[in-house]
């Protein structure tokens, strides 16, 4: 019967060695054999990505590698004596693990649980895993979408002090920030560089460790360029060309109104696409505003150029005395004429009607109707004359208005497009200055 029992199957060399390394163990204790012995704990991070950039809460989303390293000197073993094992993996609930935690802390996000830590032979132990998590960041978005962001991630011990728990860099500060093969660089944010520091900080009951990590991106601008920038820009050139229409024609104004209409859908429909802060408006804020505005003095300009147009006579002679002195002049040289040419024809019809007299002594009835037809006919004549000569004057005085009107305009004009062009250098200079910076 003895002989018929199943033999009882040996407990693997990984088993034995868990077993044996988590036999006394107690996890809620510093794994130093002196406890006066500091447990260096080794940071490093990849950055992946940059998921995203919030400017109204002042946070970034970032998904980075995280890796912590440490000896702890209670797991060590001889790899002899368990088939050679050299490294294993344990329960991070299972071991000592240090509370290093970051200062811009804000929420995890949707970082994977990874409940294992490797431990080799010697002791140390590394804590890999992936994490999503989102930073409190300052962000500078005054250049949008020209701007550069520095967001800094600081590791340090929540209650241990250097004499407990020091920090290192597990690599160097040059491999650090120049290591951007792991991140995506095809998104809207751009890599530069992630420089590191460390330092200690001071306080009443000692000094605590600080590592820190700068994460220094540069955005894209060139989907904000072709979306934003370039259609305005193009809504100004139409309204620069349609000074070109003639202020008398009456369709100038209404021109300007539907750009100006336009103009403000397009910056209402383009609104979520800004970033916003409660400190500094973008200059591309500005920028709409001021195009705003420009297009609205150009509406201004012209309401006034063509209201000065269609001033009425009276009006005309009240604003300048010289057109009124003229108009005057031309008035009393066309009465003297017609007085002239009134009483040349009352002497030729004198003579008229006393060579009919002799000529023509069997009519009497005609020469009792040919006076009044005469003085009626010259009647008509110089008051036809009269009105000639005032459509006349007042053709030229409207001429001369037109012209002036067309002076006024075309000053305005030049003064608008230097305070266009002396805006749209500077703005340039300022963007190109931190394109290239």
Not at 207 to 215: E, P, Q, R, S
Not at 308 to 323: G, P
Not at 351 to 364: G, I, Q
């Amino acid at each position: 019967m003895a002989d018929s029992l199943p033999e009882k199957p040996k407990r693997s060399a990984l088993n034995q060695l868990t077993r044996m390394l988590l036999r006394k163990y107690d996890c809620g204790v510093r794994p130093v054999c002196n406890w006066t012995t500091s447990t260096t704990v080794y940071v490093d991070f990849i950055l992946q990505s940059v998921l995203d950039v919030d400017s109204k809460t002042q946070s970034i989303t970032t998904s980075i590698w995280y890796r912590q390293i440490w000896t702890d000197e209670f797991l060590m073993w001889d790899p002899d004596e368990f088939d050679g094992i050299n490294e294993i993996s344990l329960s991070s609930d299972a071991i000592w693990i240090p509370d290093i935690v970051v200062n811009e802390f804000v929420d995890e996000g949707r970082s994977p649980p990874i409940p294992y830590v490797y431990v080799n032979s010697s002791g140390c132990v590394k804590n890999y895993r992936p994490m999503q998590v989102v930073l409190a960041c300052g962000l500078d978005v005054y250049a949008f979408p020209f701007d550069k962001q520095n967001c800094s991630l600081t590791f340090r011990s929540w209650l241990h002090s250097v004499r407990e728990i020091d920090l290192a860099v597990w690599r160097s500060a040059q491999a650090i920030a120049n290591d951007q093969k792991e991140f995506m660089n095809d998104g809207e944010w751009e890599l530069l560089s992630i420089p590191s520091r460390y330092w200690r900080l001071q306080r009443d009951d000692g000094d605590y460790a600080h590592v820190g990590f700068n994460v220094l991106i540069r955005r894209r601008p060139v989907l904000y360029v072709v979306g934003l920038l370039i259609p305005s820009v193009f809504l100004m050139i139409v309204d620069v060309t349609s000074f070109y229409l003639p202020i008398d024609s009456g369709t100038r104004i209404g021109f300007k109104i539907s750009t100006l209409l336009g103009y403000t859908l397009f910056r209402v429909n383009l609104m979520d696409e800004l970033p916003t802060t409660a400190i500094t408006t973008p200059l591309i804020g500005v920028f709409f505003a001021v195009c705003m505005a420009l297009l609205m003095l150009s509406l201004i300009k012209s309401i006034l150029v063509v209201k000065l147009l269609h001033h009425s006579e009276r009006e005309v002679r009240e604003m300048s005395v010289s057109a009124s002195l003229l108009d005057q002049y031309r008035l009393a040289e066309s009465t003297s004429a017609s007085t002239g040419t009134l009483e040349n024809l009352q002497e030729s019809e004198s003579m008229d009607f006393d060579m009919d007299l002799e000529m023509d002594l069997e009519s009497p009835a005609s020469i009792q109707e040919n006076p009044s037809s005469l003085e009626w006919l010259l009647k008509e004549l110089v008051s036809l004359r009269l009105a000639f000569s005032q459509e006349e004057g007042e053709s030229s005085a409207q001429a001369e208005w037109l012209a002036l009107c067309s002076k006024l305009d075309r000053f305005l004009f030049r003064l608008y497009l230097i305070v266009l062009a002396a805006y749209a250098g500077t703005l340039l200079l300022f963007w190109a200055r931190w394109s290239f910076a």
